[in-house]
């Protein structure tokens, strides 16, 4: 039974720093890919960042140089990293695989 468990959400002022953190349970491979989304209210649901089995990232163009996605394989976690926060960054934060999501955590900068 594969669980993703979004936390670190909450408010913080523009120009501050988040980390975001995703657990997952229930994978039999460490190494899947996985992917951070958002949704802002009355916005569509964009994707942010995403890495891959091999470590491998890819970013938004809007955050670009200001958000970072990594994983700890022994910790089963992957993380965002966002620094220089904006007004456009607030939103629900999810974790996605494939075939999984989380519930997601929200994030407010203002």
């Known amino acids: 039974h594969v669980q993703l468990v979004e936390s670190g959400g909450g408010l913080v002022q523009p120009g501050g720093s988040l980390r975001v953190s995703c657990e997952a349970s229930?994978?039999?491979?460490?190494?899947?890919?996985m992917g951070w989304f958002r949704q802002a209210p009355g916005k569509e649901r964009e994707g942010v960042a995403h890495i891959d089995r091999d470590g491998r990232t890819s970013y938004a163009e809007s955050v670009k140089g200001r958000f970072t996605i990594s994983r700890d394989n022994a910790k089963n976690t992957v993380y965002l990293q966002m620094n220089r926060l904006q007004s456009e960054d607030t939103g629900v934060y999810y974790c996605?695989?494939?075939?999984?999501w989380g519930r997601g955590t929200q994030v407010t900068v203002s």
């Open positions: 229930g994978f039999t491979d460490s190494r899947y890919c």
């Open positions: 996605a695989t494939p075939m999984y």
